[in-house]
Antibody, heavy 118, light 110 residues
């Protein structure tokens, strides 16, 4: 059974940093693109970043470029999102997801809440 | 990277069919056959319902179907059931090598 478990969310002040983790199991992690998608309270889904199987390609939504870094550790079956210079508008539930086709995220974690507030 | 446009809400009675539209541009929906659809119940993670415009993952009922014409993709739910009441989001690959989601549609079963 595929499992994705996010951790690392919490309350942080504007300008602060946070590192999210996603532990993967039940599939061959280094075979698939992985992504982070977020959802602000009461709002829709927003694609944030994706990373290729070997980490050689990293893609970001414009609003997080230069502030967020996606990475992966294939031997540890783990996906990460380093978030710096956090803004109030980054407040959201952050989901990690696994690609099962192009622009098709077939498996999702339960999400971790990031709250940016003073 | 503007969000794809979906109607805010659609509704139907049990057994009826509803269709949700997802309008993009010639740089995303119109350019690629990489449109997916997600169902999200309150407080839950999204679930993939359709990918590659019209393909269903294993386990998704065949009353869910997808199509595309030009810059607009559509999700049709036939034989609407109470458990189909949820939020639905489309997603498309875009020419900027990114993904873009739709604004989301709330489906209400009357």
């Amino acid at each position: 059974e595929v499992q994705l478990v996010e951790s690392g969310g919490g309350l942080v002040q504007p300008g602060g940093s946070l590192r999210l983790s996603c532990a993967a199991s039940g599939f061959t992690f280094n075979n698939d693109w992985m992504t982070w998608v977020r959802q602000a309270p009461g709002k829709g889904l927003e694609w944030v970043a994706s990373i290729k199987q070997d980490g050689s390609e990293k893609l970001y939504v414009d609003s997080v470029k230069g502030r967020f870094t996606i990475s992966r550790d294939n031997p540890k079956n783990s996906l990460y999102l380093q978030m710096n210079s956090l803004r109030v508008e980054d407040t959201a539930v952050y989901y990690c997801a696994r690609a099962t086709a192009v622009a098709a995220w077939g498996n999702w974690g339960q999400g971790t809440l990031v709250t940016v507030s003073s | 990277q503007s969000a794809l446009t979906q109607p805010r809400s659609v509704s139907g009675s049990p057994g009826q069919s509803v269709t949700i539209s997802c309008t993009g541009t010639s740089s995303d929906v119109g350019a690629y056959n990489y449109v997916s659809w997600y169902q999200q119940h309150p407080g839950k993670a999204p679930k993939l319902m359709i990918y590659d415009v019209s393909k269903r993952p294993s386990g998704v009922p065949d009353r869910f179907s997808g199509s595309k014409s030009g810059n607009t993709a559509s999700l049709t739910i036939s034989g609407l059931q109470a458990e189909d009441e949820a939020d639905y989001y489309c997603c498309s690959y875009a020419a900027t090598y990114t993904d873009v989601f739709g604004t989301g549609t709330k489906v209400t079963v009357l």
